[in-house]
């Protein structure tokens, strides 16, 4: 079967277009937020920083109500929230919102880890030398953990980047509403591949950033 | 033990440390979840301005905590940590953040700032304190000169030896020019060439800036080479405090006298004595060094006897610039002699005849 390129061309870079909107709002949005949520979780924790069980015991449910909720369900059921607050749960805008929510979550958990593994040394050392909580919190362990913190963000973009696909079906657009309209119920394979080039070149462009900037911080 | 000195720069007073049973020590469950476990147990003792201190106890004995809480990272369960005459206890968090710029603490793994260069990490406590830019970096070049690391500014801390490191650490500690210098086993991770540069120039700063500074070690031979005094803790409490030569000289409990031990030879173990009796035929005599009797006394009296008199075991070095030792001597000569001089030696105390020549029997 022939696939018309003429036509499809023009879908394709809106489909790219509409996923690097996605991908981009998320990951600002969720950067900010699960960066938060993370350096909440890690100084909460009993006996670190700003030590507060009670913040800790609520964050860390929360989290893992969330997180273990496939993302495909999690959309449908975050959708009268998505409705109430965007006003619509169809298109791009629709679809960021759930993006942007499990995102958040899951690079909260990411950050947090990263953070855990910050010698409490220099910790006590920012702390001794008269440096405030939150001061030691954003100016010394997330800095500390910068290296490993690059490659967990990668990660996440790449993450992200699946989950945009899987908005596409339930009417977010983008590259993965391409492959499953044009492609799988065209049953035109060439389409679904195409898409599939398109997105490995996106995580494999996004792994390279990530590897080569970790990599700078690490020398160091 | 009681608090004498009229304006010490630390005082302890009756000071309790308990962490909650559930809190894990050392990986370990430290009692049961309804029992507190001590850390520090009615704490009172004195550091006098300007002097070097030394804490030494085994692990587990409260020396961390002691620290911890001069410089307010912890707060005392009761009783009252005094620095420069402020009680800690009665500050809240802010002031405590000021308490702690008025002290420099250096760690045993060095603690450096990895994602700062050498010039960050020894500016950090300047720009928490919020100092201007210019005398923050004055002050920098300043501190990474006095440690002889001027050249390294730029460098990151794992460029680094551990005896750099060290320094870097100790610049850092030196940045807001605090009155009081902590060292928690600051040399504990280095090798005997570092640990001894590393000890001047702990000294070097006591003596140029006057500055205080308590020395937290479980090696004795640090305390030999710097500390003015010495406290002993076990299980928790001080239980020696005084001068490190008299703890040296005569360390009053049995945790002071197996750390004196660690450091200087003093009389032949029993196994010792037999290894030298076999190589040593003659009469074997040990004698308490001491500033008021050296070597050329021991000699000056085999002399007058006409005993012939060898050193065969034991170490003499100065604490607090003052001779301290104990020799152990074979004597040779006529067995009357011998006998006469052995005598003369142990009279006041001072010497304990081991051995006697052509005898079975090991005096103790």
Known sequence: ?220 | MTSDIPHPHVRFVDVVKEYPGRRRLFGLRAGSPDTAHRALDTVTFDIPRGSVLGVVGYSGAGKSTLVRLINALETPTSGSVVVDGTDLTRLGEARLQKVRRGSGMVFQHFNLFASRTVAGNVAYPLRVAGRPRAEVEARVAELLEFVGLADKARSYPSQLSGGQKQRVGIARALAGAPTLLLADEATSALDPETTAEILRLLTRINEEFGTTVVVITHEMAVVREICDSVVVMDGGRVVEHSSAYDVFAAPKTDAGRSFVATASKGAPTPEALQRLRERYPGTIVTVRIDDSFGSPDVTRILDRHGVTGTVVYGDVAEVQNRPLGTLTYELTGESEAVAAAAAALADGGRATTLAVAGADEVAA
């Open chain 1, 1 to 220: 079967m022939d696939t018309n390129w003429d036509l499809l061309r023009p879908v394709l870079f809106t489909s790219v277009q509409e996923t690097l909107v996605m991908v981009t709002v998320t990951v600002l949005i969720a950067g900010v937020v699960g960066l938060l949520l993370g350096a909440a979780l890690y100084a909460a924790r009993p006996g670190n920083l700003l030590e507060q069980p009670v913040v800790f015991a609520v964050l860390n449910i929360v989290v893992n109500i969330v997180r273990p909720v496939p993302f495909i369900i999690f959309i449908t059921a975050v959708g009268p929230v998505t409705l109430a607050l965007v006003g619509t749960t169809i298109g791009t805008g629709a679809a960021v919102f759930p993006m942007v929510l499990m995102a958040s979550v899951v690079i909260g958990r990411v950050v947090e880890q990263n953070l855990v593994g910050v010698d409490p040394g220099v910790v006590e050392a920012a702390r001794s030398a008269g440096a405030g909580r939150l001061r030691t919190l954003f100016g010394i362990v997330v800095p500390e953990a910068l290296g490993p913190l690059i490659l967990g963000y990668t990660f996440m973009f790449i993450a992200i980047v699946d989950m945009s696909a899987m908005v596409g079906v339930v009417g977010g657009g983008g590259l993965g509403n391409f492959a499953i309209m044009y492609g799988y119920q065209q049953f035109d394979w060439a389409v679904t591949l195409v898409t599939v080039v398109v997105i490995i070149v996106f995580v494999q462009v996004a792994q390279a950033v990530g590897n080569w900037l970790a990599a700078r911080v690490l020398r160091r």
